[in-house]
């Protein structure tokens, strides 16, 4: 009686809260592509994917961003990969890849692109770069 108790709380108070933010049993997770390029050197051309979704190819100008919200699956094996043109420079990498040892508080991806190349900063992991490539 006390485990049916137990499941009737976590259905109460626990579940309603996941519908609300439209993922269950999981988080919604925002990532970020950030344009921080000159101003005066081409346009970022940026595409990005999973295996269920294609975003589509996006052209960013500077200091303007694309974004995207998701809920990662069930088995665990949520994976988005990108891949950025700059003239006549390119860079692929994984943009979101789930893993067991993430903080589930970390809601927000943000990837920002320079003349260095992509830059994430991770406050567990500390300075994630993608140099562009010719």
Known sequence: MKNIIL??????VVIPQE?????????????????????TSPP????????????GTHILLHDQEFDWK???????????FCHL????KNVAFEAYKY??????DKEQTYWTAT?????MEDNDDGLSV????N
Do not use: M
């Open 130 to 133: 993608y140099n562009w490539k």
């Open 115 to 119: 003349e260095a190349g992509v830059i």
């Open 70 to 80: 998701f809920c990662n699956n069930f088995v665990g094996n949520t994976l988005f």
């Open 44 to 55: 970022l051309k940026v595409h990005c994917a999973s295996h269920n979704n294609d975003l």
């Open 85 to 88: 043109w700059w003239g006549s």
């Open 99 to 104: 893993s067991s040892k993430q903080s589930f």
């Open 7 to 12: 499941v009737f709380i976590f259905l109460q």
């Open 19 to 39: 519908f609300v933010s439209g993922c269950f049993l999981s988080r919604k997770q925002r990532i970020y592509i950030v344009n921080k390029l000159p101003s």
